[in-house]
């Protein structure tokens, strides 16, 4: 091998200690091994830069887009609340998400599939108490799974038969081709997840809100008519297991029921009494059928109701507004803003909002147009005004328009009509256009940090590629176990594959090493599609890394991961899978 190649050799893997040990995240260890590649003069320019231009970075860009959409219009409650449901523990919340997951996966592009249902499954999480570690890691892992199961799974699929029937015009591919495999592989690969997640998949705590330094407030929610939860119970409506919040009465009919049994049934008109985090607060507005108790004060802000967020803005020292209740302050009239709670020195205040004294330090949440920001941030009546993320109403009403554009994005790509990045970008185009979202909220959808990182992973993936050093490492691992006969043969290309694609990307992994498997084939004796196979089920086989395959990066950040979680979890069942898929595949094609 040429220096060059040597060199590419051994920043990839100080990238890959870097982020093990965890002393950097992957796109600032990535991006630093990109550019030594520059300065070494391995890559170009232009060569660098395509990692920033290709066309799986920029679809998983327009993704989050879509996703932002999916989730700013509650487009995909009824999958919480009728596929995911309530689940009693970790493992029942696994395996509730992760089998339809799967399936969707063999049919639909894996990318799409994470996309959407990240955000779903984070606030599901939040909602049932387990830690988001434990569920998008098993998210990302059943897309790949189930994407082994048929032909159009996963895109990998797609570049190994068309290699082969390159190479041979008379090969016949059918939907099933690699089911009696993928079957057995997503099965195992379930059941592993399952069964050892609770002993290597660590539980991240820091990635759940802290409850205990939190600031709660006291918060008053009212059920609106012809509202989908009305006949609920208080637990079969999710409003009893929010982290950080606790309902403490309703008000029905002017009579006060304390104590509220978790079968309660909801009514038109009920106002529910909450105590609890601003996180949970923020949550109970993206519920159906719930608006703030002082909803008239609300709906005499004007404006669009989608522009609303949450401020949170203490009473300063010398506020004209200390001394006076916010009836007589004229609160809402006087600055725009309606008063949703006020906490105090520590303690939240309960009762009728309009009645509560103001005092300086006073810490009010307050609901808002965006323009309070801009007016209010100087003003002397408050200390400090700052918004609350994430604090948009949920647009319910355009949730079917959501569900609409997503399911003719998902259509016409899977269809073969319109590639993903086209039809993604039309797709968000049109969401932005029917304001499903805002351009600020699109804007913020993007994981900048994620891009980055698959951008230089695919350069760094180059640099391997243009050297030589990817295929000197696959055919070393080849030669290596060819003289052990055709299960040799075939598991020397398995490892090959699979180790080459934690390094660059599946696709560049099989396109790489498919003369290597051929050729290997041939030695040994083995049919061409036994040998196919392999290539494809190692090519997707990427769970020792986050960097192998870009759904790992896009859970990485909000899992809270560490890169030793990925090699921990994860090296068990590449091991595992690798045996499987070899011995299944020589005992039904080659034997």
């Known amino acids: 091998m040429t220096w060059q190649a040597w060199a590419s050799i051994l920043l990839m893997l100080a990238s890959v200690v870097t982020m093990a040990r965890g002393l950097a995240r992957p796109d600032l260890a990535l991006t630093g091994a990109m550019t030594c590649l520059l300065l070494l003069g391995i890559l170009t320019p232009g060569q660098a830069a395509e990692g920033f231009g290709n066309e799986g970075m920029l679809t998983v860009a327009v993704l989050f887009v879509v996703a ?11 999958v919480v609340r009728r596929v995911l449901g309530r689940p009693k523990s970790t493992i029942a919340a696994q395996s509730r998400m992760m089998f339809p997951v799967a399936a969707m996966s063999a049919f639909l592009n894996n990318t799409p599939v994470v996309a959407m249902m990240l955000p779903i499954v984070q606030d599901w999480a939040k909602r049932i108490g387990v830690s988001p570690a434990k569920l998008l890691m098993p998210l990302s892992w059943a897309t790949i799974l189930g994407g082994t199961v048929t032909i159009i799974g996963t895109s990998t699929n797609l570049v190994v038969t068309g290699l082969a029937s390159k190479r041979h015009a008379e090969l016949a591919w059918n939907l099933f081709e690699i089911a009696p495999i993928g079957l057995v592989v997503t099965a195992v690969g379930l059941t592993y997840i399952v069964v050892m997640s609770r002993w290597l998949l660590p539980d991240r705590s820091g990635a759940m809100p802290d409850l205990e330094n939190a600031r709660d407030y006291s918060v008053a929610f009212r059920v609106v008519p012809n509202a989908p939860i009305i006949g609920s119970t208080i637990e079969g409506a999710g409003l009893r297991h929010l982290p950080g919040l606790y309902l403490v009465e309703i008000e029905r009919e002017g009579e006060t029921l304390a104590a509220v049994a978790p079968d309660t049934k909801l009514k038109d008109g009920d106002v529910l009494i909450f105590v609890g985090i601003l996180e949970s607060v923020v949550d109970l507005r993206k519920f159906r059928g719930l608006v703030p108790a002082v909803d008239d004060q609300v709906k005499k802000l004007g404006g669009p109701t989608s522009g609303r967020r949450l401020v949170e803005a203490v009473v300063a020292y010398g506020s004209p507004l200390a001394g006076k209740t916010v009836r007589e302050a004229a609160f809402r009239t006087r600055y725009r803003a309606a008063i949703i709670a006020v906490h105090r020195n520590g303690a939240r205040l309960g009762g009728k909002i309009g009645d509560i004294e103001l005092r300086f330090g006073d810490t009010l949440l307050l609901e808002t ?5 801009d ?9 400090l005004v700052s918004q609350v993320n994430h604090s948009t109403p949920v647009r319910h009403e355009r949730g079917w328009i959501a569900v609409l554009l997503l399911l003719t994005m998902v259509g016409v790509n899977a269809f073969g009509w319109v590639n993903l990045f086209t039809a993604g970008l039309v797709c968000a185009g049109a969401m932005l256009a029917t304001n499903c979202l ?27 590629e243009i050297t030589g050093a990817a295929q000197f490492l696959g055919e070393s691992l080849v030669m290596l176990t060819a003289p052990l006969g055709k299960l040799g043969a075939m598991g020397g290309v398995y490892l090959a594959v699979m180790v080459l694609t934690e390094l660059v990307t599946n696709n560049a992994a099989a396109a790489l090493l498919f003369p290597v498997a051929m050729a290997a084939g041939e030695a040994a004796g083995i049919p061409i599609k036994p040998m196919c196979y392999v290539v494809m089920f190692a090519a997707s086989a990427s769970f020792m890394t986050p960097i192998g395959y870009q759904t790992n990066l896009m859970v990485y950040g909000p899992g809270g991961y560490r890169f030793s979680d990925f090699i921990r979890f994860g090296a068990p069942l590449q091991i595992l899978l690798a045996i499987i898929t070899v011995l299944i595949t020589y005992t039904l094609y080659v034997r």
């Open 369 to 373: 147009q965006p323009t309070f920001l």
């Open 438 to 464: 805002t351009g600020p909220e699109a804007r913020r959808a993007l994981e900048l940090n994620v891009l980055l990182a698959i951008a230089a992973s695919f350069s760094v993936g180059k640099a391997l």
């Open 68 to 78: 932002a959409g999916i989730e700013a219009t509650g487009a995909m409650d009824w």
């Open 375 to 383: 007016a209010y941030r100087n003003d002397r009546s408050f200390a």
